[in-house]
């Protein structure tokens, strides 16, 4: 197949809008997905034809928009300073959480796909990037986002009613990035779909007419036969020892029963019915995946599309080969077709053998010293926009720290006294942020109590050691939340919010629900 290498500039804010964020909010992507490159290129086939419907019988229509084993768009990643398509971080890799991402120097990552020898003591997630390597040190790179806020008003009067008044907010893509996408087709298609890239000029995403979408086509390479989105010849990528898989896009599977589900061990059938193979079970403690919800707009229904379930890009699942060789012609075959639904959207996009290092040197790229942001000139613009963006970080931290409470359960055996006297202690905390009127409880209970806090797990833990790890270290449990307001940019570590003590606030909070949860579950049993 042919390779056609499409590059992006957002001229306006872009809404690919996820399923993130409240009922009265629109959060992006942070890419650009290949079912909206697909749709716009519908758009212009379809205006250049003169058509007011496509005729889904017509071959050419087929192969150039439905057919995922002849035309594929894939999203549209951040372009890297190199000008390389960047790719989404695999979940596989962790830093120690003391190791703090800069833009001056590198630390060291590892990837617990390939190695468990010399991890760190406490491993942490690297979190939500881009990445690619450039000289030997992999850099990472993270969208810029604009948060606007709007006010519903009526189509008909222009302006708010009693009824329609309420305000919500679009978090969207900035202008000013650049993102690369891959079209993938036949040599027939390949002048095709050329002549419908050559207007720069590209409206993509939600809220067109509220000044949305506006994108430009800054270059389109031609087309490549050698192409391989991971830029590793299959030759070299041959393993007689394992299989490794990662996600370079969501997902989509279905179970024997039909039903779109993110279990990381439909992947297994997925390959062997590409390959007609019969691959191992997973290699112990080889799976590392996340899920996320799927859906989407019909323009011609008018309608939104069903939400599945989906397992995320950068998901790695390692198979331990112990009679199955595969070779790079079936590799070559894995990577080109995909696996799972809507292939023709970018999705199912995977790479086979990629990861082989055990660590590797992490750095944050440089931003733009420009910044598309809009500048706040007054005091009171200024005012408002810090406030907006306080309310919005908490915003994040509640969400967050919901999440987090539904991920932890205490084992039974504390009684529900020593939990009530934990959770009246820790809103007492709460006012000021003062985290040592909790350790003060702690250490001086009775040895009753004491061994009750010792002895009781959470997770792999004593819930005594979770909560000193809690109390001495409250920023730790909190992974990079961050919002920007125009140019006013607010982080839950910031020098505000350690003034503030939010980090110390929220973790009194984190350990009064785990408590009520707690007490709530034995009432329940008892």
């Not at 979408?213 to 394992?242: F, M, V, Y």
């Not at 940019?489 to 919010?497: H, L, M, N, V």
Request: glycine residues 6%; proline residues 4%; hydrophobic residues 35%.
């Amino acid at each position: 197949m042919k390779a056609i290498t499409l590059t992006l500039e957002t001229q306006q804010p872009l809404l690919a809008t996820s399923f993130q964020g409240d009922p009265n909010s629109d959060v992006s992507y942070s890419y650009i997905p290949g079912t909206m490159i697909r749709g716009a290129i519908i758009g212009r086939y379809m205006r250049q034809h003169h058509l007011a419907e496509l005729d889904l019988t017509n071959d050419e229509v087929k192969r150039l928009f439905f057919d995922a084993n002849s035309t594929r768009y894939l999203n549209a990643y951040l372009l890297s300073q190199k000008n390389q398509r960047t790719l989404p971080l695999p979940l596989s890799w962790f830093k120690d959480k003391d190791a703090e991402l800069t833009e001056n120097s590198p630390i060291t990552v590892y990837d617990f796909s390939i190695d468990k020898g010399e991890d760190p003591e406490t491993p942490k997630a690297v979190g939500e990037y881009f990445w690619s390597k450039e000289g030997g040190i992999v850099k990472l790179y993270k969208e810029k986002r604009r948060i606007n806020i709007h006010n519903f008003r009526d189509r008909k009067q222009g302006r708010s009613t009693d009824k329609q008044g309420e305000l919500f907010r679009y978090d969207a893509l900035d202008a000013g990035q650049t993102f690369q996408s891959i079209i993938l087709c036949g040599d027939d298609d390949v002048k095709t779909i050329q002549n419908l890239l050559t207007e720069p000029n590209i409206w993509l995403g939600g809220s067109q007419s509220a000044g949305y979408g506006h994108t430009k086509i800054i270059a389109t390479k031609p087309s490549s036969d050698n192409w391989s989105e991971i830029g590793i010849p299959a030759e070299d990528r041959e393993n007689d020892q394992i299989v490794s898989i990662t996600l370079l896009s969501d997902t989509l599977l279905r179970n024997q029963q039909g039903q779109s589900v993110a279990d990381p061990t439909l992947i297994k059938q997925a390959i062997e019915a590409v390959l007609n193979i019969t691959l191992p079970q997973p290699k112990p403690g080889g799976i590392f995946t996340s899920s996320t919800l799927i859906g989407g707009f019909n323009r011609k229904w008018g309608l939104p599309l069903p939400q599945v379930p989906a397992l995320a890009a950068g998901s790695v699942i390692v198979f331990e080969n112990e009679d199955i060789e595969i070779t790079s012609e079936q590799i070559q075959l894995l990577e080109a077709c995909g696996i799972g639904e809507r292939r023709e959207d970018g999705f199912g996009r995977i790479a086979i053998n990629w990861l082989k290092n055990e660590s590797i040197q992490v750095i944050l790229s440089k931003l733009s010293s420009t910044s598309s942001l809009p500048l706040l000139r007054s005091e009171g613009s200024r005012l408002l926009a810090e406030q907006m963006a306080q309310r919005l970080l908490e915003q994040k931290l509640e969400q967050y720290l919901q999440k987090q409470v539904g991920y932890l359960s205490l084992d039974e055996g504390i009684s529900n006294s020593q939990l009530s006297r934990l959770q009246s202690v820790a809103r007492q905390a709460l006012s000021n942020g003062n985290c040592n009127l909790v350790i003060s409880l702690l250490n001086s209970l009775p040895s009753n109590a004491k061994n009750q806090f010792e002895r009781i797990k959470i997770g792999n833990k004593s819930f005594r050691k979770q909560l000193d790890e809690w109390l001495e270290n409250p920023t730790n449990w909190i992974n990079g939340i961050e919002v920007k307001i125009a140019d006013v940019e607010r982080k839950f570590d910031d020098d505000i919010a350690r003034q503030d003590k939010l980090a110390e606030k929220y973790t009194l909070r984190l350990i009064m629900a785990v408590a009520k949860k707690a007490t709530k579950e034995n009432n329940n049993e008892s």
